[in-house]
T-cell receptor, first 108, second 114 residues
Framework: RKEVEQDPGPFNVPEGATVAFNCTYSNSASQSFFWYRQDCRKEPKLLMSVYSSGNEDGRFTAQLNRASQYISLLIRDSKLSDSATYLCVVNYGQNFVFGPGTRLSVLP | DVKVTQSSRYLVKRTGEKVFLECVQDMDHENMFWYRQDPGLGLRLIYFSYDVKMKEKGDIPEGYSVSREKKERFSLILESASTNQTSMYLC?????????????FGPGTRLTVL
């Protein structure tokens, strides 16, 4: 079983839609959780950290469920510029484990 | 802004060649990482270093070695390149404490081994 699993997609949604991604992780010792964004042929960049209490940054909301070992990302009012691959990242100690990513295409 | 640079964006080598991939960061970060990224597999950690002259194996170190002689520079070495090492190679760095949570990536090197 992979340590971090994501639905690869693609998720094709119209502009203005709300879309949600989930990610599951297998290591219960995981300490920190993140969503990174990777544009086509570019490097990954941190989108947001994920806290146990949940956190919001504009149109983006991240949630963590430690009991079920999953992380979610909700994007409201999707923009064309949100089209990218979203990587779920789990950290324990100095080790970062990346999921394979979920591809999102926002269509006009 | 943190800047992580990699020596080449695209590289083509032949089987059996020795390949050097260089990574430099300008933020005085202690931690540096080398990943490879392949379709459907995501990023996989090859090696990382948390200090000068220190190195730790990641998940897939076989066929690779690294060198960290200076804090800002972390080199990945393919001693004898093979076709299954064709991939996108990404270098990253992070700081200490609270700054350890964020990894900053270089633009990547797309290596093709013929």
């Amino acid at each position: 079983r992979k340590e971090v699993e994501q639905d690869p997609g693609p998720f094709n949604v119209p502009e203005g839609a709300t879309v949600a991604f989930n990610c599951t992780y297998s290591n219960s010792a995981s300490q920190s959780f993140f969503w990174y964004r990777q544009d086509c042929r570019k490097e990954p960049k941190l989108l947001m950290s994920v806290y146990s209490s949940g956190n919001e940054d504009g149109r983006f909301t991240a949630q963590l469920n430690r009991a079920s070992q999953y992380i979610s990302l909700l994007i409201r009012d999707s923009k064309l510029s949100d089209s990218a691959t979203y990587l779920c990242v789990v950290n324990y100690g100095q080790n970062f484990v990346f999921g394979p990513g979920t591809r999102l295409s926002v269509l006009p | 802004d943190v800047k992580v640079t990699q020596s080449s964006r695209y590289l083509v080598k032949r089987t059996g060649e020795k390949v050097f991939l260089e990574c430099v960061q300008d933020m005085d970060h202690e931690n540096m990482f080398w990943y490879r990224q392949d379709p459907g597999l995501g990023l996989r950690l090859i090696y990382f270093s948390y200090d000068v002259k220190m190195k730790e194996k990641g998940d897939i170190p076989e066929g690779y070695s690294v060198s960290r002689e200076k804090k800002e520079r972390f080199s990945l070495i393919l001693e004898s390149a093979s076709t299954n090492q064709t991939s996108m190679y990404l270098c990253a760095s992070s700081g200490q404490g609270a700054e350890a949570d964020t990894q900053y990536f270089g633009p990547g090197t797309r290596l093709t081994v013929l």
